[in-house]
């Protein structure tokens, strides 16, 4: 399912788990996300561009496949509140891992916007990275009050 949104359209796919991918795109790629959960994720995402302050929570993720570390990783961070930033090493010192691996993690995530990796910063207030699209990130933490 590709879902409009002011930046880019964003492709979805979902399982009996959860949401298994939600990424820019500008093309489907597939077969299309149907069902309850894919209609709720849509609704979500709109409401977020709409101004609203989903906090995507009672989403579920499928996770198949994805080591714990990783899986602990994106749980903390779906946990940063809207408007709100943290940085590589904070989040680093309290999972127990390098500021590398979380900056890994995040650029690896399939679960954009659901699992917030454009509020993760460096500790200075740069933005860092966001998979080559740093001007996304800086679009979206603008879009919730969280950077100038």
């Known amino acids: 399912m590709l879902i409009p949104t002011p930046l880019t359209p964003l492709w979805l796919e979902v399982s009996p788990e959860g949401v298994r991918l939600l990424e820019p795109a500008l093309f489907s790629r597939g077969r299309e996300a149907e069902g309850a ?3 709720r994720v849509r609704e979500r995402v709109l409401a977020y561009f ?6 995507f929570l009672d ?31 904070a989040l680093a010192r309290e999972l127990g891992l390098s500021p590398r691996a979380v900056g890994a993690g995040m650029r690896a ?15 200075d207030g740069r933005l860092g990275g966001f998979a080559g699209q740093e001007g996304l ?12």
């Open 37 to 39: 959960l894919a209609l």
């Open 50 to 55: 709409a101004g609203e302050r989903p906090d």
């Open 137 to 148: 990130k800086a679009w979206l933490l603008r879009f919730e009050g969280a950077w100038p």
């Open 59 to 89: 989403i579920p993720l499928d996770y198949t496949g994805l080591s714990p570390v990783r899986v602990a990783l994106y749980e903390r961070v779906r946990r940063i509140p809207y408007g709100r930033t943290e940085s590589y090493g």
């Open 109 to 123: 995530s399939p679960f954009f916007l659901l699992v917030p990796a454009h509020r993760v910063v460096h500790a």
